[in-house]
């Protein structure tokens, strides 16, 4: 038999380790004020095809208006801003778990897209980017001479 040492935060960490999407969609800040709020992040799939990468982020009650997607040296940008509704007269929120504020994602891309055809498009509060791919040239063996 083995003796182990037993860490107690080690499984500590592994808890909160197997909880990403919680923990890194959001973080807290502090205001200049002294209030607290946090900054949120959308949660994104990303697929390929033989033609192109697909970007799918999901951006629920954010106008197409409130979202910028750049493109700059291999690494794709998606920020906005989600607006929260003002309270109507005569309603009293009880729980608010939606998230709200300015939000900003970025993706490394492989050096194999071809970023003049970038295509994005906003639909059911999903924004699905397109990034195509270059297609591959064949290459052909080149002979260098030694001098």
């Known amino acids: 038999m083995n003796i182990i040492?037993?860490?107690?935060?080690?499984?500590?960490?592994?808890?909160?380790?197997?909880?990403?999407?919680?923990?890194?969609?959001?973080?807290?800040?502090?205001?200049s004020d002294g209030e607290t709020r946090f900054e949120w992040s959308p949660s994104a799939d990303i697929s390929e095809t033989e033609a192109e990468y697909l970007v799918r982020a999901v951006l629920p009650a954010v106008k197409k208006e409130d979202v910028q997607?750049?493109?700059?040296?291999?690494?794709?940008?998606?920020?906005?801003?989600r607006k929260q509704e003002k309270e109507a007269k005569g309603e009293k929120f009880h729980?608010?778990?939606s998230f709200y504020g300015?939000?900003?994602?970025?993706?490394?891309?492989?050096?194999?897209?071809?970023?003049?055809?970038?295509?994005?498009?906003?639909?059911?509060?999903?924004?699905?980017?397109?990034?195509?791919?270059?297609?591959?040239?064949?290459?052909?063996?080149?002979?260098?001479r030694v001098q």
């Open 5 to 31: 040492r037993w860490e107690p935060f080690r499984s500590i960490e592994d808890a909160f380790g197997r909880l990403p999407s919680l923990f890194d969609r959001w973080q807290w800040m502090r205001d």
């Open 69 to 81: 997607v750049t493109y700059d040296d291999g690494m794709l940008t998606v920020s906005g801003e």
């Open 95 to 97: 729980r608010v778990e």
């Open 102 to 144: 300015k939000f900003s994602r970025s993706f490394s891309l492989p050096n194999n897209v071809d970023s003049s055809a970038i295509r994005a498009e906003s639909k059911d509060g999903v924004l699905t980017i397109r990034v195509p791919k270059v297609s591959k040239e064949s290459k052909k063996a080149t002979e260098i």
